[in-house]
């Protein structure tokens, strides 16, 4: 369907007078996505009405931080993202656009952040295969720390206007009628059920059977939900010192601590965004010239992932733990490369060689 969005001013204007005619700070916005041409504008206008508001919004997952902190200040505190799965391939099938790795970006940086999610995981997509939800179960404990799916597993329905109504043919879909309960809707001989409805049930060739999958994510999924849940509930978060940062994880119950320093300290900062390696090494190539040159970065990188303190997904690398005080993506490049930053008369590269001991990963 055809994108249709309001101009900032009426988004503005309307929010406020309803807000003023009503005498209400909580306010839920019922269009179903946020427009990713003019958010930034909405949230900085929202911002710059400095009231007290709480604002929901359903938006895509693929904000960058500097947006979700703009969010945060706008009072949009409650989100619905546009996450369905953490199997790219599940997602790559959806359509998406997208992939596992971004999606626990998101994670990372709405936490960070303090904005709550209202997300779901979903199976049942015609052309999935066992494999990608085996996958998937064996990489959620890695996340247990960020904000699990309110619900559990949730099977994909047929709405009209969808990709799987449009394209039956293409999924295999062999029969659909109208959802059982949706269809007491309709008085018999009325309309035609199929012509004006738009929930529907179907069977299609294409599906696997769900009991090869959905009992273990189920599991998993529901370990996840249960253990956030909790008084206190799994962590793994990071800390800058002078010199170094240090990595709390509780994931597991036990409690695990680190302490980083030099380039693996440098490294791990600069993936709080998905990067490329080579990335890596032009973002590091000024401050440590003969690492980049002799393939360091990618030994270093290599032990972050054992130590499961970055992820890998293709070549994209990103940090697991959450920053106790959050920064943005700008604010953490500058801090480790120095660009554009001086202290006591010292550059960025020499001030944090003045404090940081070569200690690597501890």
Sequence with gaps: ?????????????????????????????????????????????????????????????DLTKEEILLMQQAGVTTIQPGIESFSTELLMLMNKNTSRIRHVQFLR???????????????????????????MAAFLPHIVHLQPPVQNVHFVEMHRFSPLFQAKEQFGVDRYELREDYAFNFPPSLV??????????????????????????????????????????????????????????????????????????????????????????????????????????????????QRDLLMREGALVLTLPTAVRPRTTQEIVTYVTGSGAEEDGLSGDDARAAIRPAIGVH
């Design 1 to 61: 369907m055809r994108f249709r969005e309001k101009d900032t001013d009426r988004v503005i204007s309307e929010l406020v007078s309803l807000m003023s005619r009503y005498k209400v700070l909580k306010m839920c916005a019922a269009d179903w996505i946020i427009s990713r041409r003019r958010r930034r504008e909405i949230f900085t206008r929202l911002k710059e009405l400095d009231l007290d508001i709480e604002c929901f919004y359903e938006t895509r997952a």
């Design 109 to 135: 940086w709405c936490k960070e952040y303090g904005i709550h999610l209202s997300y779901n995981v979903l199976g049942g997509f015609p052309g999935e295969q066992v494999e990608w939800y085996r996958d």
């Design 192 to 305: 035609d059920p199929l012509k004006i409805g738009y929930f529907f049930t179907y069977s299609s060739s294409a599906l696997v059977d769900r009991g090869e999958y959905a009992p273990r994510v189920r599991e998993v999924v529901g370990e996840w939900i249960d253990a956030y849940e909790q008084h206190v509930p799994p962590k793994y978060e990071y800390a800058l010192g002078a010199g170094f940062l240090q990595v709390a994880d509780t994931r597991d119950g036990e409690g695990r601590y680190l302490r980083l320093s030099d380039l693996h300290h440098d490294v791990f900062l600069l993936c709080d965004k998905a990067r490329k390696v080579s990335n890596l090494k032009h973002l590091l190539a000024a401050g440590y010239p003969a690492e980049v040159a002799d393939g360091t970065i990618e030994r270093v990188v290599d032990e972050l992932v």
